[in-house]
C-alpha cells in the first residue's frame, strides 16, 4: 500500500469513529423519569428549561380539550394562519427573487408571556425584518406556559416562516 492509500485509509477511519462517536451522542435520549437540569436561576434571571415535556401552546384555539396533542395541533395551526395573515413579502426580497425560511424565537415566561424576540436564520431582502416584525405582532399574553413535571417553566419558542414567491 503506498503512502497516499495509508493516509486516505486513516482518515476514513478517523471519519467512521468521529460518526461512531456522534451517532451514539444522538441516539443518547433523556426519557421523562431522568429529565436534564430545567430553569434554574442564574443572576437573577431565569434560564429557559432544557428539558420540555410540554410545549408553550397559542391560546387561540376553538379546540379546548384536555388532549394536549389535539391542542398542539390547534395552536400551530393559530400561530400559522396569524402569521401568514399579516405577512407581506418584503419588495427587495421579491425583486431580486430571494426564496427561503427565516427563523425567529422568543421566550414564553411561567405566565406565558413572551419576551427576548429574535431572528435565528435570515435568507436576506428584508424577509429577516418581516420576520421579525411578525413574530412581534404575536399576542404578548395569553399563552400557555411550557411544563415540565406538571409546572410552568420558562421556554425558547422557534418558529420557522417561509417566505416563497
Not at 391560546?59 to 401568514?84: G, P, Q
Not at 405577512?87 to 427587495?92: C, Q, S
Not at 413572551?114 to 416584525?133: F, M, P, T, V, W
Not at 406538571?150 to 419558542?157: C, I, L, P, S
Request: hydrophobic share 40%.
Amino acid at each position: 500500500m503506498n503512502e497516499n492509500n495509508s493516509t486516505k485509509l486513516i482518515y476514513a477511519l478517523c471519519w467512521m469513529f468521529l460518526a461512531i462517536g456522534a451517532s451514539a451522542q444522538i441516539n443518547a435520549q433523556h426519557t421523562p423519569q431522568e429529565p436534564m437540569a430545567c430553569s434554574m436561576a442564574v443572576a437573577d434571571k431565569i434560564e429557559p428549561a432544557c428539558y420540555i415535556e410540554r410545549m408553550p401552546l397559542f391560546t387561540r384555539c376553538e379546540v379546548e380539550t384536555n388532549n394536549y396533542a389535539i391542542n398542539k395541533k390547534c395552536s400551530d395551526t393559530a400561530i400559522l394562519n396569524f402569521i401568514y395573515t399579516k405577512l407581506t413579502y418584503p419588495k427587495e426580497a421579491c425583486v431580486q427573487g430571494i426564496e427561503g425560511t427565516c427563523v425567529v424565537g422568543f421566550r414564553v415566561d411561567e405566565e406565558g408571556s413572551l419576551s427576548n424576540y429574535r431572528l435565528i436564520r435570515d435568507i436576506g431582502g428584508g424577509c429577516g425584518k418581516e420576520a421579525l416584525r411578525i413574530a412581534k405582532l404575536l399576542p404578548n399574553t395569553g399563552w400557555v406556559p411550557a411544563t415540565v413535571n406538571g409546572k410552568a417553566r420558562v421556554a425558547n419558542y422557534y418558529i420557522p416562516i417561509r417566505f416563497a414567491l
